[in-house]
């Protein structure tokens, strides 16, 4: 919402001044006069500087198009017209989100469809809720997709946070582990192997090893960070190539423990959002290429392109996920006999929560075998410099 001030005189001829908020001028001085107010000043009133500052920074985030899209559904099915829901949220929305709606309701009030308005931000409704806006329009079934879509984004939401709750405790060990070990190597261990030296001890493997590692990160640590970062800056790079991309995300597959978790997670989101869009009308070749667009794996995603273009010329969808031996089996049994039954939404949308529930279970199973991992490589780490420092104080010592 826009804030305007305002000077005018009542009905009994009394001066006011105030404040009023609005999409436009237009409105707020529609708003005054349905107050019986006799405008004779007006202007817009401008973010302090700080807020204008904070607002550049400020993101649409996840939860704010799921926000967005549950009470919108809610409004258009207690019957209120799409114009007069998308002002009510515009005044409930954040300051990031109410840049998008002034936009899409300037749009649709200057005749456009909530799907051309909504598709100018791509960056904020996905290839996915584009393509069930424009079926749920030309159906007049609207408010039914929105409330699936809500459904949707608040299953993906529920799923997303699962995965990395459960990741969150494996990534602050490693990363304490590493912050540990970097101290001790750059700030504690040259002080005590100073001593050593200056006794003339001879020194066994495992402190030596130490002493050269700390060595060459108190001396080097700036050509380490340099190289350390020139090499996230190429890889990032090579990422953004069709090649580069294969590559890395081949490798990310063949990964132990980490490319499973990674196959299941995708293949939950993947049967889900191609559910949603069967089952809101998208056509099957359609709902094919905005899964292949939308997956976060080239493999998977050229594989599912070259699938839409084998099922345009006739093939059985079930048979031609069949052809990929990456994809698992139960994915295109379950695909044949949805194809067989005319049901092919319901049976995905199951084979959705199968694979939901395996990524739990493999979840769980990171999680338990991470406990036992970090005590060994702990117990390694600390019997590691026993042998390396404890080891030559005690030769020290007793030396006297």
Same mark, same amino acid.
């Given at each position: 919402?826009?804030?305007?001030?305002?000077?005018?005189?009542?009905?009994?001829?009394?001066?006011?001044?105030?404040?009023?908020?609005?999409?436009?001028?237009?409105?707020?001085?529609?708003?005054?006069?349905?107050?019986? /107010?006799?405008?004779?000043?007006?202007?817009?009133?401008?973010?302090?500087?700080?807020?204008?500052?904070?607002?550049?920074?400020?993101?649409?985030?996840?939860?704010?198009?799921?926000?967005?899209?549950?009470?919108?559904?809610?409004?258009?099915?207690?019957?209120?017209?799409?114009? %007069?829901? &998308?002002?009510?949220?515009?005044?409930?929305?954040?300051?990031?989100?109410?840049?998008?709606?002034?936009?899409?309701?300037?749009?649709?009030?200057?005749?456009?469809?909530?799907?051309?308005?909504?598709?100018?931000? @791509?960056?904020?409704?996905?290839?996915?809720?584009?393509?069930?806006?424009?079926?749920?329009?030309?159906?007049?079934? /609207?408010?039914?997709?929105?409330?699936?879509?809500?459904?949707?984004?608040?299953?993906?939401? %529920?799923?997303?946070?699962?995965?990395?709750?459960?990741?969150?405790?494996?990534?602050?060990?490693?990363?304490?582990?590493?912050?540990?070990?970097?101290?001790?190597?750059?700030?504690?261990?040259?002080?005590?192997?100073?001593?050593?030296?200056?006794?003339?001890?001879?020194?066994?493997?495992?402190?030596?090893?130490?002493?050269?590692?700390?060595?060459?990160?108190?001396?080097?640590?700036?050509?380490?960070?340099?190289?350390?970062?020139?090499?996230?800056?190429?890889?990032?790079?090579?990422?953004?190539?069709?090649?580069?991309? /294969?590559?890395?995300?081949?490798?990310?597959?063949? &990964?132990?423990?980490?490319?499973?978790?990674?196959?299941?997670?995708?293949?939950?989101?993947?049967?889900?959002?191609?559910?949603?869009?069967?089952?809101?009308?998208?056509?099957?070749? %359609?709902?094919?290429?905005?899964?292949?667009?939308?997956?976060?794996?080239?493999?998977?995603?050229?594989?599912?392109?070259?699938?839409?273009?084998?099922?345009?010329?006739?093939?059985?969808?079930?048979?031609?996920?069949?052809?990929?031996?990456?994809?698992?089996?139960?994915?295109?049994?379950?695909?044949?006999?949805?194809?067989?039954?005319?049901?092919?939404?319901?049976?995905?949308?199951?084979?959705?929560?199968?694979?939901?529930?395996?990524?739990?279970?493999?979840?769980?199973?990171?999680?338990?075998?991470?406990?036992?991992?970090?005590?060994?490589?702990?117990?390694?780490?600390?019997?590691?410099?026993?042998?390396?420092?404890?080891? @030559?104080?005690?030769?020290?010592?007793?030396?006297?």
């Amino acid at each position: 919402m826009i804030r305007f001030e305002y000077k005018a005189r009542s009905k009994d001829n009394k001066k006011l001044n105030g404040l009023v908020d609005a999409i436009d001028q237009k409105q707020a001085l529609k708003i005054l006069r349905s107050r019986g /107010l006799l405008v004779v000043g007006f202007k817009e009133k401008k973010s302090g500087l700080i807020a204008e500052i904070t607002s550049n920074f400020q993101k649409v985030k996840a939860q704010d198009i799921l926000d967005f899209t549950r009470e919108l559904s809610t409004m258009i099915t207690a019957g209120l017209s799409l114009t %007069e829901s &998308m002002n009510v949220l515009l005044r409930q929305s954040s300051a990031p989100m109410q840049k998008i709606l002034r936009q899409i309701i300037k749009d649709i009030e200057g005749g456009s469809s909530l799907y051309n308005a909504m598709s100018k931000f @791509p960056k904020h409704f996905s290839a996915m809720y584009l393509a069930l806006i424009k079926s749920g329009e030309s159906a007049g079934v /609207l408010d039914k997709i929105l409330m699936r879509l809500s459904e949707t984004l608040e299953q993906q939401k %529920e799923f997303q946070s699962k995965i990395k709750g459960a990741l969150i405790y494996p990534a602050i060990v490693v990363v304490g582990m590493l912050a540990v070990s970097v101290i001790m190597l750059v700030f504690v261990i040259p002080k005590i192997t100073d001593m050593f030296l200056e006794f003339d001890l001879t020194l066994p493997m495992a402190t030596r090893i130490l002493m050269f590692v700390s060595d060459v990160l108190s001396r080097f640590w700036y050509i380490i960070l340099i190289v350390l970062t020139a090499g996230f800056i190429f890889l990032r790079q090579w990422y953004k190539t069709d090649y580069g991309r /294969l590559n890395i995300d081949e490798l990310l597959i063949k &990964m132990p423990i980490i490319g499973s978790l990674n196959e299941k997670s995708m293949f939950t989101e993947m049967t889900r959002t191609l559910s949603l869009l069967i089952n809101g009308g998208v056509s099957i070749i %359609e709902a094919l290429n905005i899964v292949a667009d939308v997956m976060n794996n080239k493999v998977y995603s050229d594989a599912t392109k070259v699938i839409a273009l084998d099922v345009e010329k006739g093939a059985q969808l079930g048979a031609s996920f069949n052809r990929y031996a990456f994809f698992p089996p139960i994915l295109s049994q379950m695909m044949a006999v949805g194809e067989e039954t005319g049901k092919l939404d319901e049976v995905l949308m199951k084979v959705s929560r199968h694979f939901e529930m395996e990524s739990e279970f493999a979840v769980k199973g990171l999680t338990s075998a991470i406990e036992p991992i970090m005590i060994i490589l702990l117990g390694a780490g600390v019997g590691f410099l026993v042998v390396a420092v404890i080891m @030559p104080i005690y030769k020290l010592t007793s030396s006297f």
